[in-house]
């Protein structure tokens, strides 16, 4: 790691000589790029992503002990559960399902309180909770109310009875199981990373039969399943007869209320609406936050009503840009089908509150960092000022950070001081302290610039943007972050009425033990000349990965005329895996995307871009009226695409010819289209 971090500093100093003629906003995001942090038609196709990081050639079904070999789950789709919800636990906390996962093995159990057996394996479900979701990052472990027609308080009174440590999430529309199909409570599943379930059945051996409990416990089929996948991925594991109380599946319309003469089938906040507003919209839709009003009690949702089921309907909210349909990202922000359909049927029926005592709480406001107190808080040095209208600000914050040595930043944590401003903020870094000298020409707090900083920075720890959650990177891999940089913090402010004040703070995590570092590498076109009327105007750009890496993430960007914008990655012999997708490109919203699962790409692989401009009148972002001609450019009326893709090398310093390239490439396709470096 010091070998490496030496050699990162020698590519610093490289790179800052030959960049300081550099005029370019945006090639900013990865010279700095071994510290940089993030996230063709049917190019999205339903392809499975290279293999895993341990590949085996293990064919064996492993048969556990009193298990049913004949069972075993077969590989293919019919194991791979449809997943994509949010749900609650038993705190208000909020938990996510999606089809993939940065956990290599994620459990599930389905219980309830009714089920004299279910209660039984509290005790057990613990332990394995202090095991597998308190001492490990590998194995996830969450339990699931097993009754859709209780109420979140009856899950309350349940934890606290019987003093349960583990998360259960409350599941009023049965998703969860609708997806995996319990027959019976307890039940478990096991999933790997790729959302197959690779085990289901029972616990362990407590109970022969409904009745009849062993007195001695040898057999654990649950854990032990757990030991051998982390053992070999690739091991299979036959499924167990589950013991215990039927489970019985709800149908969807049942859930739904479809019979609306019923009292009783009808849908109400307490029982199901509570549950999906708190889960998707409460963290942005609550007091200073940045939603334009509170979705925190059931008469805020009533009086919003209308405006919240045109805005789902018409896909603005929650908002989030990539396709459903190509690739998966953690923190992704969408509602699941049924969750749409309760919400506008809910206000169909009358909004009914139902017993208000019995809905779940509000999610716990952040009043401290979600990841434990930072090794670092880097903190505005004054407040800035907000008028009540006017133009979006983009304004830059120099902010030194005390560092007596190199260190490698795992996470960051943004707090804004009035959230209900702070549209989105980039952090970058600036070893060559350019950002002071800006600072210094302006008598307000900071200075502005639109898309860069005003000059290169040296690398970048990553950004905010509502309703992100803050993550450490996997596999303790981090950014490097050089000793005596400055933090450039830029943030996007947008007037809301009202003239306020505010002083962000960013929370930075180390690695402690650090294994890897993460670097950017990008593909860019220069070569943009949009006619003024043109409303799909598309231009591509790829680079050829010279080495293998692993793509952690990808950040797009545009400007205002952006219309769509896709990446893919091209392997060797012509495959195309998907990477990310979006078809309605909102320059307001634009984020980085940390992928669920890592994507492992073979040397020759090319990073392919593909962009299209809407430069028409019917666009309504198009800041020229009547529209004119736009070129490539750095400021806001200009236009320009770049895809960065976060990666990661088998070993640090392989990163140094990797970045070297990169910027070679980057520099003879500005040359040969007119944008040299001067």
Known sequence: MVNARRQLEIHHRFSSNVWQLQRTCWIWSVIGCLGLALQVKSVCSAQESPAPLVETNTKAIISLPDSKPQHALETGEASKPQLNTQLLDQHSR??????????????????????PIARSYVPELNRLHEKWNEKTETVSLHAVWGNPFSTHAELRKFVEDYSIKFPIVFDPLAQLAHALKPTHVPESFLLNAQGRIVYRGRIDERWAAPGVKRAVVKTRDLETAVETLQLNPAAKIASTSAVGCLYDLIPTQELLGANHDSPQQKLTWSQVTASIIYANCTHCHQAKAVGPFPLETWQDVVNERAQMIEEIQTSRMPPWMPDANCGEFLGQRSLSEIEKQALSKWVEQGTLSGELNEAPAPPPKKSTWELGPPDLIAEMAADFSIPADGPDLFQNFVIPLPLDSDKVVAAIEFQPGDASVVHHTL???????QGRKLDAKTPEPGYSSFGSPGFLPTGSIGGWSPG???????????????????????????????????????????????????????????????????????????????????????????????????AQAVLPDNTIQPIIRISNWKYAWQDEFHLSQPIHLPAGTRLEIIAAWDNSEENPLNPSNPPRRVTWGEQTTDEMVYGFFLVAAEEPKKLIPLALDNISVDLKSRALHGHPIR
Not at 103 to 115: A, T, Y
Not at 427 to 433: E, I, Q, T, V
Not at 507 to 535: C, L, M, T
């Open 94 to 115: 909020v938990h996510e399902f999606r089809e993939k996962s940065e956990k290599p093995l994620r459990v599930v159990v389905f219980i309830n309180g009714d089920c």
């Open 468 to 566: 992100n959650t803050p993550r450490k990177l996997p596999g303790h891999m981090g950014r490097y972050l050089k000793k005596g940089s400055d933090l450039v913090l830029q943030i996007h402010y947008h007037p809301s009425g009202k003239a306020t004040k505010d002083r962000s703070r960013v929370g930075i995590y180390f690695a402690d033990q650090p294994k890897n570092i993460v670097a950017a590498v990008w593909a860019a076109s220069y070569d943009i000349d949009i006619p003024a009327g043109e409303r799909n105007y598309e231009r591509r750009a790829s680079y050829k990965l010279p080495q293998p890496v692993t793509l952690m993430g990808v950040i797009p960007h545009m400007h205002l005329l952006g219309k769509s914008f896709t």
């Open 427 to 433: 952090c970058f870094l600036d070893a060559n302290h």
